[in-house]
């Protein structure tokens, strides 16, 4: 079983911060990781796929890296409406369990 | 625009099976992609369930598994899941969504279900 270790659990930021979520894979998936995005009472939305693909009209101060084992989620200047949890996921064989999930607050 | 809709009901007893169904629309489910089921316990993080083609290939999650069945109604366009046996660790928002080749990229709203007596 491959488990997802994401951290921080919890973040607090100002707008206008550039902030960076982390995710470790317990054993090499390549670049099948993808991240999420989820408001209170929403749904999650897909923000990037395959480790570094843009999902269709997610804004560009979004990105994401890694490959192996070590991916990171970057928000390059924070807005209001970035305030959310964010979750990584493997999308690799039969392993698709997500990571413990980043919630980000306003500082 | 392709649309999920979660329904079944809010309220399940203990032991018994949960039974969700996921209406698609503006999008025919014999055409391709993964179906899949999501939940999340109420102030918890994201539970990947399993999901399924429509021609029967079906990944699940090791610890679920023996009480998860996910199923393709490509007549109705819509799929379901129904898991046994249930407790009120099972209490969580359930969503469905559609998996593309990497991710789960179109989400239902999500349904609540409640495990009680």
């Known amino acids: 079983d491959i488990q997802m270790t994401q951290s921080p659990s919890s973040l607090s930021a100002s707008i206008g911060d550039r902030v960076t979520i982390t995710c470790r894979a317990s054993q090499n998936i390549n670049t099948y990781l993808n991240w999420y995005q989820q408001k209170p009472g929403k749904a999650p939305k897909l923000l990037i796929y395959?480790?570094?693909s843009l999902q269709n009209g997610v804004p560009s101060r979004f990105s994401g890296s890694g490959s192996g084992t070590d991916f990171t989620l970057t928000i390059s200047s924070l807005q209001p409406e970035d305030f959310a949890s964010y979750y990584c996921?493997?999308?690799?064989?039969?392993?698709?369990?997500f990571g413990q999930g980043t919630n980000l607050e306003i500082k | 625009q392709v649309q999920l809709q979660e329904s079944g009901p809010g309220l399940v007893r203990p032991s018994e099976t949960l039974s969700l169904i996921c209406a698609v629309s503006?999008?025919?489910?014999?055409?391709?992609?993964?179906w899949g089921w999501i939940r999340q316990p109420p102030g918890k993080g994201l539970e990947w369930i399993g999901h399924m083609y429509h021609s029967g290939s079906t990944y699940n999650n090791p610890s679920l598994k023996s009480r998860v069945t996910i199923s393709v109604d490509t007549s109705k366009n819509e799929f379901s899941l129904r898991l046994t046996s249930v407790t009120a660790a099972d209490t969580a928002v359930y969503y469905c969504?559609?998996?593309?080749?990497?991710?789960?990229?179109?989400w239902g709203q999500g349904t609540m279900v409640t495990v009680s007596a």
């Open positions: 503006g999008y025919s489910i014999s055409s391709g992609h993964y």
């Open positions: 395959a480790a570094s």
């Open positions: 969504a559609r998996h593309d080749v990497m991710a789960f990229d179109i």
């Open positions: 996921q493997p999308s690799y064989g039969s392993f698709h369990n």
